[in-house]
């Protein structure tokens, strides 16, 4: 879902007053005051920093809040960052921290100490804004995807089994590849089981701190589609397409700009144009791959549309609009409003669809009340939290 000024009725969500969200926290030690400065202005929109100038500090403080993510310049004041590395190991807290080390140079002695000591990813000064924030990144989804091991079998293997396809697509699209839809088919397997089982509350709880928005968003689509099919009576192999739609719906926003996919704010006519062109992309990438099914590239190329002509890409008009497209613009608009972003908290549910229930001109009315009514389910509102 875009974040725009066009008439559209997705745009009245413009009009609601931004929230302050909570970011996840890095926490910065570095000797260079600028590039310390450098630092803190590349990650503002993204995360909460914690800026020091010493070792002995920053643990002092870690200890008590530890960041998700550590990064630890190589001479770091006062004995170097081996030093620190060390004093961090033996904290029970920050043991397991993972950190990312920023070199000034190529130096081989100290990338070996640091790996004896946990450390596995490193970048020599100076970086590009996009390669710090890929290795933050990637820092935070280990420890996210790490923690999943801890939840119910079905529900692990939905999650697990999702990104390492969802990655996949990401590193094919790089390549010009196409999209191999049995994998997709596959990953989503454990979900539709879930759904089944009516045990899906750890899918979408665990799922949250995941860095990867499109992929949060993406699995969410596709989880609350899948439920929505569910309970309207869809056969398995429809619930299949409904959740394999719902993971690629939004790929072509891999090749949308990070700085305009999260903007925190509202974006120029030019960023909403980019923004916009992730439908068209997501269509050329599905058309290389023969076997992805009608239903999923409906439900890619339609969940912009509304009923009454004011969606893009095609501007399709109420009749023609296909059920899984309207059943997609649905859950799209909803996971939109509750997604957490790093410009804003999630939305309520009930807040949500209480947005969605004036948007009679754009929307299906009676299958948002199916839906409304599927989630305030008792048995499914724990899964909103």
């Not at 979900?191 to 969410?220: P, W």
């Not at 429809?238 to 959740?243: F, G, I, P, V």
């Not at 890409?313 to 609009?321: D, R, S, V």
Request: aromatic letters at 6%; charged letters at 25%.
């Amino acid at each position: 879902m875009g974040e725009s000024s066009a008439a559209t009725a997705s745009s009245r969500l413009d009009a609601l007053p931004a929230t302050v969200a909570k970011k996840i926290a890095v926490c910065v030690i570095e000797s260079n005051p600028r590039v310390q400065m450098d630092i803190s202005d590349s990650l503002l929109s993204f995360y909460q920093t914690f800026q020091f100038t010493s070792g002995g500090q920053a643990i002092d403080s870690m200890a008590q809040r530890p960041p998700a993510v550590l990064l630890l310049d190589e001479l770091a004041p006062p004995r170097g960052g081996i030093a620190v590395l060390q004093s961090l190991r033996s904290e029970e807290a920050l043991k397991d921290l993972p950190v990312v080390c920023l070199l000034d140079r190529h130096n081989a002695g100290f990338i070996e100490d640091a790996k004896r000591l946990g450390v596995d990813t490193f970048l020599r000064k100076p970086f590009k804004r996009s390669t710090l924030l890929g290795a933050i990144s990637d820092k935070v989804n280990s420890g996210v995807e790490a923690s999943w091991e801890k939840i119910e079998p079905v529900q692990k293997a939905a999650l697990q089994e999702t990104v390492g396809v969802f990655n996949k697509i990401s590193d094919l699209i790089s390549e010009g590849s196409e999209i191999p839809y049995k994998d997709v088919q596959d990953s989503c397997d454990p979900l539709v089981k879930a759904v089944h089982n009516q045990c899906f509350s750890d899918i979408l709880t665990n799922v949250k701190g995941h860095d990867n928005y499109s992929y949060v968003h993406s699995l969410r689509v596709a989880t609350f589609l899948t439920i929505f099919g569910h309970a309207a009576g869809f056969r398995d192999d429809e619930l299949q397409t409904l959740a394999s739609g719902g993971l690629v719906h939004d790929i072509g926003k891999m090749s949308i700009p990070h700085e305009v996919l999260n903007k925190p704010g509202r974006l120029t006519d030019d960023e909403w144009n980019v923004m916009r062109s992730h439908v068209d992309i997501t269509q050329v990438i599905l058309k290389r791959s023969d076997e992805i099914p009608r239903g999923v590239r409906i439900i890619a190329e339609q969940h912009h549309e509304k009923l009454d002509g004011t969606g893009y890409p095609h501007g399709i008009i109420g009749k023609n609009l296909n059920e899984l497209a309207r059943m997609a613009s649905i859950v799209d608009i909803f996971s939109a409003l509750t997604d957490r972003r790093v410009y804003k908290d999630p939305m309520p549910a009930e807040k949500a669809l209480l947005i969605m229930k004036d948007m009679t001109d754009g929307l299906d009315m009676p299958l948002l009340s199916l839906f409304t009514q599927v989630l305030l389910d008792a048995k499914n509102r724990d899964a909103l939290q």
